[in-house]
């Protein structure tokens, strides 16, 4: 039952993060909703920073699991479609409002180097899974190409809050086709 209670815990404290943002969201809050006690909180995570990075790596790991396993099962040279693909699946269902990385990044920049650094590498990674499909694909020729993707995928994170997820993906695929079909056509 304790791993129920702190599954709980993380659901709950993830959904209230993301809508509410970090420091309007008081323990409190996250405790009535979960339907615990506090010191229940306090069992399982020692501060409120520490369930926030707690939810930030969870999250974070669904999120490059779900990108590791599109790109394990794309077809060769489909690699980088496949992730991107991965990302706006992603997006569609957890994250129609905005990145909660981008917003733990900004919200954390002033207050707590760790959180900041957490956010900030979780994105690296984005970034280092963008580079090993554009190399698996032969793309890697292109200078700046993962990184191009990578800003493309950034903002159609954005996007999504503004234009919706139809409106934000189709543009974004639109972008992307356009780099990799740049790419290929320097390749030949």
């Given at each position: 039952m304790p791993a129920a209670k702190r599954d709980q815990l993380l659901a709950t404290a993830e959904r209230l993060f993301y809508e509410q943002g970090f420091h309007a969201t008081g323990i409190d809050r996250i405790v009535a909703a979960a339907g615990v006690v506090r010191m229940t909180l306090y069992n399982h995570f020692?501060?409120?920073?520490?369930?926030?990075?707690?939810?930030?790596?969870?999250?974070?790991q669904r999120f490059i699991d779900s990108l590791d396993a599109a790109a394990a099962s794309a077809s060769p040279g489909q690699v980088t479609l496949a992730l991107v693909d991965a990302h706006g699946r992603w997006l569609e269902q957890y994250s129609q409002h905005g990145c909660i990385l981008v917003k733990a990044m900004g919200e954390f920049a002033a207050h707590?180097?760790?959180?900041?650094?957490?956010?900030?590498?979780?994105?690296?990674?984005?970034?280092?899974?963008?580079?090993?499909?554009?190399?698996?694909?032969s793309l890697d020729h292109h200078a700046g190409l993962a990184r191009q993707l990578f800003m493309v995928l950034e903002g159609c994170n954005t996007a999504m809050a503004l234009w919706g997820a139809q409106t934000?993906?189709?543009?974004?695929?639109?972008?992307?086709?356009?780099?990799?079909?740049?790419?290929?056509?320097?390749?030949?």
């Open positions: 020692a501060s409120k920073e520490a369930l926030v990075a707690t939810v930030l790596q969870a999250r974070h707590s180097d760790e959180l900041h650094a957490l956010a900030a590498t979780a994105k690296a990674d984005l970034l280092a899974r963008l580079e090993s499909a554009v190399a698996r694909d934000a993906l189709a543009d974004t695929r639109t972008l992307v086709d356009t780099l990799l079909a740049t790419a290929r056509s320097k390749a030949q």
